[in-house]
Nanobody, 118 residues
């Protein structure tokens, strides 16, 4: 029942691709920033990619050139296209939404597991 719900994770071989989706509730207003984070076992959660309300994107150095963040405003959905996957990309991937509304400022999805085998 989450207002932010990720999907698309799974098991893939090294060099393969996956596309993650984040469905955002239309009840969330005044969104100004959306992004993908990931947390590998034993590691801290880190920012992977983000996209502003205006469409500007930013990527972590580790995924730059391999991952692409995008969104479909008509579907209220954000995507993360992951290509040339490496074992070190293995992590739980989380969708994050930031809103300027007073009711709630930050929304997190439940996470979706991505496992890349050698």
């Amino acid at each position: 029942q989450g207002e932010v719900v990720e999907s698309g994770g799974g098991l893939v071989q090294s060099g393969g691709s996956l596309r993650l989706s984040c469905a955002v509730s239309r009840n969330i207003f005044s969104i100004y920033l959306m992004g993908w984070y990931r947390q590998a076992a034993g590691n801290q959660r880190e920012l992977v990619a983000q996209i502003t309300n205006g469409g500007s994107t930013q990527y972590s150095d580790s995924v730059k050139g391999r991952f692409t963040i995008s969104r479909d405003n008509a579907k209220n959905t954000m995507y993360l296209q992951m290509n040339s996957l490496k074992p070190e990309d293995t992590a739980v991937y989380y969708c994050n939404v930031k809103s300027s509304a007073a009711s709630r400022l930050v929304y997190w999805g439940q996470g979706t597991q991505v496992t890349v085998s050698s």
